[in-house]
């Protein structure tokens, strides 16, 4: 399940990867369930993508920060490194955040953000920050997603959006 859509518009991430996905619309008092038709396809070649970024420490991303939950400015170019260890949003030189996968962090795939949802993510580094970044497109967004969950499965983290922890745990 995913919640906080506000708009009808989904972009599938990693995660919806050989699922059936199913939504429940609820407008003006009546409510209505649509689903897919079949499970969602993986995007061709993207297994193999991320496998050659895994062998890398460090693999940068170029991003827009459209919103931030800080005072931090936005709409301008953002490099996002996506480490072994850690996670890094950099502005030229000047490093915005760096957090370790921890528990408290969360990333997934933006809900309701309209037709740049397939290009943009929801990262909460740590509690009190996060940012929406776009990305230069939807594969590199879910490149982006997959590598930060692998390199945080090998440091024991499960990294996700805030509805989806649960599901995952279970």
């Known amino acids: 399940m995913h919640g906080g859509a506000t708009k009808s518009v989904y972009a599938p991430e990693p995660f919806d990867v050989g699922r059936i996905l199913l939504?429940?619309?609820?407008?003006?008092g009546q409510e209505i369930t649509l689903s897919t038709t079949g499970p969602i396809d993986p995007a061709a070649g993207l297994g193999t993508y991320v496998e050659a970024l895994v062998r890398k420490h460090d693999t940068e991303f170029n991003v827009v920060v459209t919103q931030t939950g800080s005072d931090h400015p936005t709409e301008s170019?953002?490099?996002?490194?996506?480490?072994?260890?850690?996670?890094?949003?950099?502005?030229?030189k000047t490093t915005?955040?760096?957090e370790?996968?921890?528990s408290s962090m969360q990333l997934c795939g933006v809900r309701g953000g309209g037709n740049a949802a397939a290009q943009a993510v929801f990262w909460q580094p740590k509690q009190g920050l996060s940012f929406v970044l776009?990305?230069?497109?939807?594969?590199?967004?879910?490149?982006?997603?997959?590598?930060?969950?692998?390199f945080a499965f090998d440091c024991n983290i499960i990294l996700a959006g805030p509805d989806h922890k649960a599901a995952l745990e279970t």
């Open 23 to 28: 939504v429940d619309i609820i407008s003006k």
């Open 77 to 92: 170019i953002h490099v996002l490194h996506v480490g072994k260890m850690r996670m890094k949003l950099c502005k030229g």
């Open 96 to 98: 915005i955040t760096k």
């Open 100 to 102: 370790y996968y921890s």
């Open 134 to 150: 776009a990305f230069e497109s939807e594969r590199e967004r879910n490149a982006a997603i997959m590598l930060a969950r692998r």
